[in-house]
C-alpha cells in the first residue's frame, strides 16, 4: 500500500503546499523514500529549516507570491491550514490533495470519517475506543492533532482507520470514507470560506465520493444539512431527536431501524443533548458494524470528556468552573450553558471571523445568566447589545478570571465559551483553555 503510493509520489512534480507540521511531515515520507527526487515547497512565512539545509533537491517559494505559479505542478499536496478562497484554482483545482486523501487513495483499510462543525472530535475519540476495546486493530488519524504521515507506515492491512475530517481537509478531496458521519453544520470559518455555502459543501465531500457499498449517516434535524444533502450513493441512515427515522430518539430511547439500543438516562459522563447526538451516531456505527452492543454502551457511559469541551476544572472558593474553550459558535455555547444549568458568570470573545451573533445576544439577554465577562474582539462589540446584566469589558484572560472570581455567586458555575475562534490572540483553543485552567486554579 505504501509501496504504491511512494511509486505515484516519484512520478510527479511535486509541490508542499504550507510547510508547517503536516508539510513538514509530508518532506520527511518523501525524501526517506525517494531521497534523490526534488520537492518544492511553498509557504507564505516560510523560513528555512536549519536541518534541510544540506538537501539540496529542494526549491523554496515564499513571501506574497507564493500561490503563484501552482498550475506548473503535477501534485500539489496542500496542508488544510492554506487557503485558496480568494485565489482562482481553475486550471489546477484537481491537481490539489492532501495527506488525507493520499491515505483514502493508496490504503486498501476500512476507513470510518467524522466531520461537522461541532463535535467530531469527542465522536471520533469514541468511534475509536470503543474499537479498540473491542479487539479490533484501529488508528485514530487526521484532525484530531497527529498528521496522517506520522503514523502512515504503521498501518497494518486489517486495520479499520477512523478519520477525524475538517472542512479544510475536505475541501479537494475526490475520496469518500467507506463509513461518512456528518454530525452538524453552523456558521463557522467564514474567514476562510466565500460563503456558508461553501464551507457546507466542503462539509458534503465527506460523501460525494462514496459507493453503495458504503454508509453515510447525517443529521436531519439540522436545517443546513436537510437542504444540502442530495442523494447519497452510499446506504443513508438520518440520525434525528424529533423525527422516527433511521437512527432516532423516542421516550427517553435511542432506536436503530426500530430496536431499541439505549436509555438516554443511563449514567454517563458526556452530558448534554449534543453529546447524546453523538452518542447516537457512534451506536449506529456499532450496529453497521456488528458489534458487541453491551460492550459498546459500557464504553460510551464510561468514556471521560476532552479536554477543553465542557471539562470540569474544579472547585475553588465554592464556584464551580468549566472550561469550554472548543465553543467557537454560538450553538456551542448555548448547548453548554443548557447542559450546565446553573451558570452565573459567562466568559466570551475571539477573533471576528464575520458570524452572524443576533441569536445569541437575544439568548443572553433573556438567560438567567448574571455576569458577561467579554474579551476582545468579539465579546467587547456583543457588549454593546446586553441589557440588564452585568457587563464586564477586559482585554486579557488575567483580567477575566479576576472578574470572574469577585462576581461569581457562591454555590454557582463560571463558564468559559469563547463562542468565537481564538486566533490573533492565542495560538489555537487549547491554549486559551490551558490559561484559563492555570488562572483558576492560581490562589
Same mark, same amino acid.
Given at each position: 500500500m505504501l509501496d504504491n503510493l511512494i511509486k505515484y509520489l516519484d512520478n510527479k512534480k511535486v509541490l508542499i503546499l504550507g510547510f508547517g507540521r503536516e508539510g513538514k511531515s509530508t518532506y520527511k515520507l518523501i525524501r526517506k523514500y525517494l531521497n534523490k527526487k526534488h520537492i518544492y515547497i511553498s509557504d507564505k512565512e516560510l523560513v528555512e529549516d536549519e536541518n534541510l539545509k544540506q538537501d539540496k533537491n529542494i526549491s523554496y517559494i515564499s513571501g506574497d507570491k507564493y500561490l503563484e505559479n501552482l498550475k506548473d505542478y503535477d501534485l500539489i499536496i496542500k496542508s488544510p491550514g492554506i487557503s485558496l478562497a480568494k485565489?482562482?484554482? %481553475?486550471?489546477?483545482?484537481?491537481?490539489?490533495?492532501?495527506?488525507?486523501? &493520499?491515505l483514502l487513495e493508496f490504503f486498501s483499510n476500512y476507513t470510518i470519517g467524522i466531520t461537522g462543525t461541532k463535535g467530531k472530535s469527542t465522536t471520533s475519540s469514541l468511534i475509536y475506543t470503543i474499537?479498540? @476495546?473491542?479487539?479490533?486493530?484501529?488508528?485514530?488519524?487526521?484532525?484530531?492533532?497527529?498528521?496522517v504521515f506520522e503514523y502512515i507506515e504503521?498501518?497494518?492491512?486489517?486495520?479499520?482507520?477512523?478519520?477525524?475530517?475538517?472542512?479544510?481537509?475536505? @475541501?479537494?478531496?475526490?475520496?469518500? +470514507? =467507506?463509513?461518512?458521519?456528518?454530525?452538524?453544520?453552523? @456558521? #463557522?470559518? &467564514?474567514?476562510?470560506?466565500?460563503?456558508?455555502? =461553501?464551507?457546507?459543501?466542503?462539509?458534503?465531500?465527506?460523501?460525494?465520493?462514496?459507493?453503495?457499498?458504503?454508509?453515510?449517516?447525517? =443529521?436531519?434535524?439540522?436545517e443546513i444539512l436537510e437542504k444540502m444533502v442530495k442523494k447519497p450513493k452510499a446506504v443513508t441512515y438520518k440520525v434525528s431527536f424529533s423525527k422516527e427515522k433511521d437512527v432516532y430518539l423516542k421516550e427517553d430511547k435511542i432506536y436503530f431501524k426500530d430496536k431499541?439500543?439505549?436509555?438516554?438516562? @443511563? $449514567?454517563?459522563?458526556?452530558?448534554?443533548?449534543?453529546?447524546?447526538?453523538?452518542?447516537?451516531?457512534? &451506536?449506529?456505527?456499532?450496529?453497521?458494524?456488528?458489534?458487541? $452492543?453491551?460492550?459498546?454502551?459500557? %464504553?460510551i457511559n464510561e468514556f471521560k470528556t476532552l479536554k477543553h469541551r465542557l471539562e470540569f476544572v474544579g472547585k475553588y472558593e465554592d464556584v464551580i468552573y468549566y472550561d469550554n474553550s472548543i465553543g467557537t459558535i454560538p450553538k456551542a455555547t448555548i448547548e453548554a450553558i443548557e447542559t450546565l444549568k446553573e451558570v452565573d458568570s459567562l466568559i466570551i470573545g475571539g477573533m471576528d471571523r464575520g458570524i452572524d451573533y443576533s441569536e445569541f445576544i437575544k439568548y443572553l439577554n433573556n438567560s438567567k445568566i448574571r455576569n458577561i465577562i467579554c474579551m476582545p474582539k468579539t465579546g467587547h462589540n456583543i457588549a454593546k447589545e446586553i441589557r440588564d446584566k452585568n457587563t464586564y469589558i477586559v482585554?486579557?484572560?488575567?483580567?477575566?478570571?479576576?472578574?470572574?472570581? #469577585?462576581?461569581?455567586?457562591?454555590?454557582?458555575?463560571?463558564?468559559?465559551? +469563547?463562542?468565537?475562534?481564538?486566533?490573533?490572540?492565542?495560538? =489555537?483553543?487549547? #491554549?486559551?483553555?490551558?490559561?484559563?485552567?492555570?488562572?483558576?486554579?492560581?490562589?
Open positions: 485565489e482562482d484554482t %481553475t486550471k489546477y483545482k484537481g491537481k490539489i490533495t492532501s495527506q488525507l486523501e &493520499l474499537l479498540k @476495546e473491542q479487539n479490533i486493530k484501529t488508528m485514530l488519524l487526521g484532525n484530531i492533532g497527529t498528521p504503521d498501518i497494518e492491512k486489517d486495520m479499520v482507520i477512523v478519520l477525524e475530517m475538517s472542512s479544510h481537509q475536505l @475541501e479537494y478531496m475526490k475520496k469518500s +470514507p =467507506n463509513i461518512a458521519i456528518l454530525l452538524n453544520i453552523y @456558521e #463557522e470559518h &467564514l474567514d476562510y470560506y466565500k460563503s456558508l455555502e =461553501n464551507y457546507a459543501k466542503a462539509k458534503c465531500n465527506i460523501y460525494i465520493y462514496q459507493k453503495d457499498t458504503d454508509y453515510f449517516l447525517y =443529521n436531519s434535524d439540522n431499541e439500543l439505549y436509555n438516554k438516562n @443511563e $449514567k454517563r459522563n458526556l452530558q448534554g443533548d449534543y453529546n447524546l447526538n453523538n452518542i447516537m451516531f457512534v &451506536l449506529a456505527v456499532s450496529e453497521i458494524l456488528n458489534l458487541n $452492543k453491551n460492550k459498546t454502551i459500557k %464504553t482585554n486579557t484572560m488575567e483580567e477575566a478570571v479576576k472578574v470572574a472570581k #469577585e462576581k461569581t455567586r457562591k454555590g454557582n458555575i463560571c463558564l468559559l465559551s +469563547p463562542t468565537a475562534a481564538s486566533y490573533g490572540y492565542f495560538k =489555537n483553543f487549547e #491554549e486559551k483553555g490551558d490559561l484559563f485552567i492555570k488562572l483558576v486554579r492560581c490562589s
